[in-house]
């Protein structure tokens, strides 16, 4: 049993000591330059395939669409806030089909599957919405509303609606105080 002690102990010894040699720091040296290298090799091939400027103008164009549409939305939510303030009932639903209409556009600038806001909104979760309830509710008002023209839409009935929809854009940042 001391045999193979000593001859582990004779191992780690020589581990030790190949560790603390100027081979392995040299070893340990020529890695670096060669990791060094390479990086630098992968930074020129993706200079000259053109990955870094593709990279650098997707996100320039997300910017300055992202800025676009928060113009744009805030453009039109000005707009729905000027009709809401005439107090008439035909601003009043003009004001809420607007903000229906902007909340379609904006999910399906975003993305958001579905032919219309209906079936966006179906397959909308809390997770992606957050007040995703009350812009159901608001949305199937305004549907309502639209198949009913005769049905009344009370000052305060509008708020909720219009309500409801700010704190979706607000909650996507589109819309800040």
């Known amino acids: 049993m001391d045999t193979f002690f000593s001859f582990l102990n004779s191992i780690f010894y ?23 290298g390479l990086i630098i090799l992968i930074i020129r091939l993706a200079i000259k395939a053109g990955i870094i400027k593709n990279q650098i103008l997707k996100y320039q164009t997300f910017w300055e669409a992202s800025k676009y549409e928060k113009k744009h939305t ?13 107090r008439d009932e035909a601003s009043r639903k ?6 229906d209409k902007l ?8 993305g958001w599957l579905g032919k219309d806001l209906d079936e966006m909104l179906e397959k909308t979760t809390a997770a992606q919405l957050a007040n995703l309830e009350a812009v159901k509710t608001s949305h199937n008002l305004v549907k309502k509303m639209i198949t009913e023209p005769a ?27």
Not at 74 to 86: G, M, V
Not at 94 to 99: F, K, P, R, Y
Not at 103 to 109: I, V
Request: charged residues 25%; aromatic residues 10%; glycine residues 2%.
């Open 151 to 177: 049905s009344l839409l009370t000052h305060n009935e509008a708020i909720q609606i219009l309500l409801a929809y700010e704190k979706a854009f607000r909650d996507f940042g589109l819309i800040e105080d």
């Open 14 to 36: 020589w581990i030790q000591t190949f560790e603390k040699s100027n081979l392995v720091f040299a070893l340990k040296i020529l890695s670096v330059l060669i990791s060094l």
């Open 103 to 110: 909340l379609e556009e904006m999910l399906e600038r975003s």
């Open 74 to 86: 805030l453009r039109i939510w000005k707009k729905i806030i000027k009709l809401l303030r005439e």
């Open 94 to 99: 003009e004001a809420v089909v607007l903000a």
